[in-house]
């Protein structure tokens, strides 16, 4: 079975700085998804970012980068430029390549301030 | 990108009553529905898998006959929370997987806030 684990359950930043936020996985597959979900005061899950295990290069989507690290079974969030409308609580998932079932974090709260 | 509906978006019920929670994908097919169960500040719990033409698939410790989920078609799955309690008042939330990604990107509906009088 595959265990996501997010250490960090609280975190703040400061406006127009940088954070990064620690995602652990442990599986035995080989190739697999992950995930970052960002869940604002609305409560709608959004998609922030994905990467495929077999990609080396990480995944970069606007502000938004991840450091994929394969061997360490780790893959950060790393949010540049914050800005107040990030404030959410962000979960990182799994899903490996058979199914479609995805396995979630306990979440991250991120509060970002003026 | 895809989108999945649920109905309705709060719903206060007096304990003993049965509730039924609506998820609908709206501009695709989703033979696989997955139901999941947040408290606050708290992760999603994954309940139960739906699945269209076939029974749901239970999470160890959910109960099934509590919590009846029916997938009429390829566009809805239904989530019945029969004889409600104030435990199980909480976030619910459904999502669909969208067929032929590699990924398996899961879309997200807004969710439910059941609260149990």
């Known amino acids: 079975a595959q265990t996501v684990t997010q250490s960090q359950p609280e975190m703040s930043v400061q406006e127009a700085e940088t954070v990064t936020l620690s995602c652990t996985y442990d599986t035995s597959e080989s190739n697999y998804y992950l995930f970052w979900y960002k869940q604002p005061p609305s409560r709608q899950m959004i998609l922030v970012i994905r990467?495929?295990?077999?990609?080396?290069q990480n995944a970069t989507e606007n502000r938004f980068s991840v450091n994929f690290q394969k061997a360490a079974k780790s893959f950060s969030l790393k949010i540049s430029d914050s800005q107040l409308g990030d404030t959410a609580m962000y979960f990182c998932?799994?899903?490996?390549?058979?199914?479609?079932?995805?396995?979630f974090g306990g979440g991250t709260r991120l509060m970002v301030k003026p | 990108g895809a989108v999945v509906s649920q109905h309705p978006s709060w719903v206060i019920c007096k304990s003993g009553t049965s509730v039924k929670i609506e998820c609908r994908s709206l501009?695709?097919?989703?033979?696989?529905m997955f139901w999941y169960r947040q408290f606050p500040k708290q992760s999603l719990m994954l309940m139960a898998t739906?699945?269209?033409?076939?029974?749901?698939?239970?999470e160890q410790g959910v109960e099934k006959d509590k919590f009846l989920i029916n997938h009429a078609s390829l566009t809805l799955s239904t989530l019945t929370v029969t004889s409600a309690h104030p435990e199980d008042s909480s976030f619910y939330i459904c999502?669909?997987?969208?067929?032929?990604?590699?990924?398996?990107?899961?879309?997200f509906g807004p969710g439910t806030r059941l609260t149990v009088l």
């Open positions: 998932a799994f899903i490996n390549n058979a199914g479609n079932m995805l396995t």
């Open positions: 990467q495929e295990a077999y990609k080396q």
């Open positions: 501009d695709f097919q989703a033979t696989t």
């Open positions: 999502s669909a997987p969208l067929s032929g990604r590699p990924d398996n990107e899961q879309f």
């Open positions: 739906s699945n269209e033409g076939s029974k749901a698939t239970y």
